[in-house]
Every structure is written in structure tokens, then in C-alpha cells.
């Protein structure tokens, strides 16, 4: 981390802190604020889109520490969501457990198929491993749709809503609380997480892998970790989404949302904790955009024009990203930092 | 025996279809290393091209194609230099991002320009049917057929036998090299995307004339990726071996294994990715691709 001028570390403690200045504070009590706050001011729509784009980030992270860390480029990530949402959803409404045993255990399950589909990932890498990876998705889906008496087929199982010490989680205002509290959790572990021995390890297998084995990073290991650690963000991120909607369905998790999590992660800043959520953010937004101004185009060319719009805005912020700021968001303010910071040198 | 002649035939087709697709990606990655995640939407917009062309315009049959083989070259050229070239000499995992995308992008299109819905054509192309005893074999099979045959016959004389070719297989094999002895590697990339544009939207009007066009037109090319990987990724005659292989065991899959699945199979949308993680598992470099041994 860079630090102003005059910040000195004078103990441990310090040193491994995250938030060091007065600066880092005041940002982070007004962004606290401001995320603990949008029930109150804002609409039905507004509070909607807010916590999807909180589920979006914790699925965001796990692919971040896969994909962004550890370099194994995944476009199978919805399908381990649909993992963890039907996890979620069979446990809740067969087995009938609470939602606070369940959702631990939908991430697990989730991790424990994204080390199955992680195995090849010690032969083979790059393109053929992204290839695997859609192979897993298309698996996983038709695992789904195959085992109708479990998951309910094409026609999806509604879930139970849960009830929290007395306070029914239906209450979509409450369920943002939740899912706010939990995208905090899932910031803090994923930060950490890059900080340990197998965050740092994450890092070398991606810079070079074949150098990583040889300064003795376990790869098959280290490897089916990452897998492991990415799939449980995405199995909390689906229970979490097939419990907003109270329905577990195949049509939730699609395809393309695969590609929309590694765009968000270009868009934020590859390998960056806070890139994710500038990424989620800002693709959030631009497919909110398409579908307000859908409608008025609709009229001009035809009345799918925010699905198409929605597919075009996106990924043209991805390409643009590509080209002229690969290092994406994150990187883009820290050189602003930097520059006012040094102001007026 | 009937039942498997029908089965094996339309699996052909299939496969003529797939081989197509693949070879809009082989020939992208034979040149310039790049993986072309969109080559199935490109086949896509083809196929609604050739909807609008032959239904709304009446045009005749050659000139909507003389007119998708200059969409097609416009299509290449724009997409190599706005997107590929800014991308050059970065390692191939940006440019597998920027073309899926690019995928994105022709997928928004196609539904903004046609609405996403399933158009159809079928009576403006020849049709040509055979009969192989008991079985008919579908004019899709045989007009699919003869286009890949000839493209592919094209392809690899152009490869083989011109000098562009020899510039192209020079490019693949070492891209400094090749532009200090004087070739314009730059000029051989955009021909590159020109040919796999051309390939893929005069194959997606031929295809789009028997199956119709419509978005999922696209989830084909995903498909037609795992036959790329079974055939090999840098190998034109991998992609046609591929594509049939692959084609036919879907086909034989869906037909024999389905009545056997709890709840009524649809084997044939997950049956290539399984194909496919066995061959990445077992022999990653495919049936004929050429295996790369790496050093630090």
C-alpha cells in the first residue's frame, strides 16, 4: 500500500493495518454511511439494484482471487452460483434447515464441485482451461435440469423465506441490511486472504507459474485452492441471489453472467480488492442505463432494444477499458491519488 | 439400422456446420495466435444478413453473396483495427477477453438490428436432396457439405500454394522474425480476420438458408469450440475431422442415451463440453494440433 509523506509505521500493528490514515477513515464512515443508509432515502428500485449489485460483488471476489490473483481465467462462475443457489434451495425447502446453516454449507457444496472442475486445471491452462470452465458451466447446468425431483427441472422450486430471531427476511429492506453485512465480511476476508501465505502464492503461480513450481510453490495444490476459495464466494453469492428472489431457477444464473463478472474485473482492475467493486459497480450501472433508455430507442428499431443495448454498452466499456486502461479503475485512482498527493510537484 | 443411418446423416450436417465455425477460429489462431471466441456470432449476424438480403431485399442468391463478401471484408478489416491491433504483441489472455467482448457486442447487435427472433429462408436457396436408400439425406447436410469442402479446398490452397500463405504460415511461426526479413505482419493479421469474417458470414448465410437464423445460432459456436480443442487448435483439416466426429456422436448421443436419462436427456447441449474436458484431460493438444513445449 502507498502511503503519504509522513505516515510511519512504529509497531507491527500498524504496519499490517488496512485503513492507516485519517483520510482512509473519513472515506470509509462515508461510504459506510452512505451503503447503510440507501433504505432509508431511497426507492423500491434503487434498494433492488443495490443489493444485487452487493451478491454480484461477493461473486465478484472469489472470481477476483481466481482469476485476478491466482490467473486461471474462469468463464464457468455463474454455473458455481447455480451450485450454491440450489444448494441453498434444496436444503431450505427438503431438508428444511435454517438459511444461516444453509448458506455456509451452499458455498461449501459450491467449492467442493469447483475443485472437481479444478483438477484439470494442473495439466492444462490459458485458453484450454477457460475452455473447461464453460464445459463445467454447460455440466452444471444440465446436471440441474437432468435431476428434476431434486431441483425441479426448467420450471425452477421456490425457497422459504427465513425467519431471523423473529424478523421475516421477505422484508426486502432487512435482506439489504444482510447482504450489505456480508459483502462487508466478504471485503475484509478477501483482502486477507491475498495477504497470506496462499494469497502470495496465488500471485506467483500467476506471474510464472513454471518459476513459482520451482522456488517450491505446491501448484496442483495452491491451484486447487484458489478453485476452492473462488467457488465459495460464488456458492454464497448464488444462495445469496436464489433467496432475494425466494426461487431457485436456471434463468438466473446465465451464461453470459460469466462474462459479465470477468468484465467487471477488466473494468475494476484485474487482482484489485477495491477494482471489484468499482467493476460491479460500473457494469451494474451501465445495464441499468440500457434498460432506462431502452425503451425510447425500442420505438426507433425495435422492442428488444434493451436486451440488445444492454449486451452493447457493456461490452464496448470492456473493450474501451481494454485498449486505452488495462490496469482498469482501480489503477486509474491510484494514479489520481498520487497526483494530488505530490501536488504541486 | 435405418435409425442410425438417419441419426449418423443429420450428425453430418451438424458437423459440416461446427467444422465451419472451427475454421473461422483455426485460421485466426494459425496466424496470430489469438483466439477468436466470437467466430459462432459472426456465423450469426451471417445468417440474419442473409435473412435480410434474400426475404426483405429479394436479392438473388449471387449477389446477396458477392454483397456478404464485402460485409464480410468491412467486417474484418474494422474489427481487426479497432480491436485487435491495439492489442498487439500483449499476451493472448487480453485478446481472448477482448473477443468474447467483441461476442457481446455482435450478440447486442444482432438483436438490436433483428429483434433476436427466429427468421427463416429455406425456400430462396437450391435445394438439393439425395437418397441413400431408406435414409434422405437433408439439404442442409448436402449444401453444407459442398460449401466446406470447397472453402476448405481454398484454404489450404492458399496456404500451401500462394505467397500470402507462405507470409501467413511464416507469421505464425515467429512474428519478429517474419517482419525483419520484410513481411508486413500486420497486413497478414488483417487479412487473417478478413478471411475468417468472409468464411463465417457467407457460411452463416448458407447455414442461416437451412436451419433458419436465429441467436442461438451463437451457443453453436460455443460447441464448435470444443471441436476446435478435439481437432486441434492450429489445424484446418482438424477442424473438418473435429467438427464430423463431434457432430456424429452428438447426434448418436441424443439418439441412443436420451431415453435413458430421468427426465427426458437434451444430451445434445452438454454432450461436445464433455467430449471436450475428456480430450483437455487426456490429450489437451488435440487430434492433430501441434504441441507447444514451454520454458521459463
Redesign the interface.
Known sequence: MRLPSGTYAQNYGQDIAMVRTRSHWIFLAVLMVFVFTIPQWASNATLALATIIGITIISAHGLNILTGNCGM?S?GHSGFMMVGGYTLAILCRSAGLPFWVALPVAGLVAGIVGIIFG??SL??K???L???T???Y??I??LV?????LTG?TEGMPVPAPDLFGLSIRDKTIYYYVVMVLVVLATVVAKNILRTRAGRAFVAIRD?D??AE?MGVNLFSYRLQAFFIGCVFAGIAGGLSVQYYSFANVEQFP??DS?WL??ML?IGGMGSVSGVIYGVVAIKLLQQLAVKIGPSLAEL?????A??????L???A??LF??FA?QGISHMWERFRNYYQAWPY | MTFFLQLFITGLALGMMYALIAIGFVIIFKCSQA?NIASGQIVMLGAYLGYTFLMPLALPVWAAILIAIAVGVMMGLVIERL?IR??LG?P???I???T??????I??????????EYQAYHDRLPAITLHLGAVSVPPSSVLALIVSVVLVAILMFVFRFTKIGLAMRATAEDEQVTRSLGIRATTVYALVWVIACVVGIVGGILLGGVSGASPPLSDIG?KA??VV?LGG?DSIEGAIVGGVILGILENLAAGYLDPL???GG??A??FP??I??IV??FK?HGLFGLKRI???
Open positions: 481465467v468463464l483438477l484439470p495439466r492444462i490459458g485458453f484450454y477457460i475452455m473447461a464453460v464445459a463445467a454447460f455440466i447446468h444440465w435440469l437432468q435431476f428434476r425431483s427441472g510464472n513454471l518459476a520451482v451464461f453470459f462474462v470477468l468484465g477488466i428499431v425495435n422492442p428488444q432494444a436486451v440488445g443495448l444492454s449486451l452493447i457493456p461490452s464496448v470492456i473493450i481494454l485498449i488495462p | 483466439f480491436t491495439p492489442l500483449q493472448p489472455l487480453p481472448v477477453l477482448m468474447i467482448a467483441l461476442a457481446g457486442v450478440d447486442g447487435v444482432a438483436i438490436l438490428g433483428w429483434g433476436g460455443l469450440l470444443a480443442i487448435l436419462m430421468p427426465s437434451g444430451l447441449n452438454v463440453f464433455i471436450m474436458l483437455l484431460i489437451p514451454e520454458r521459463v
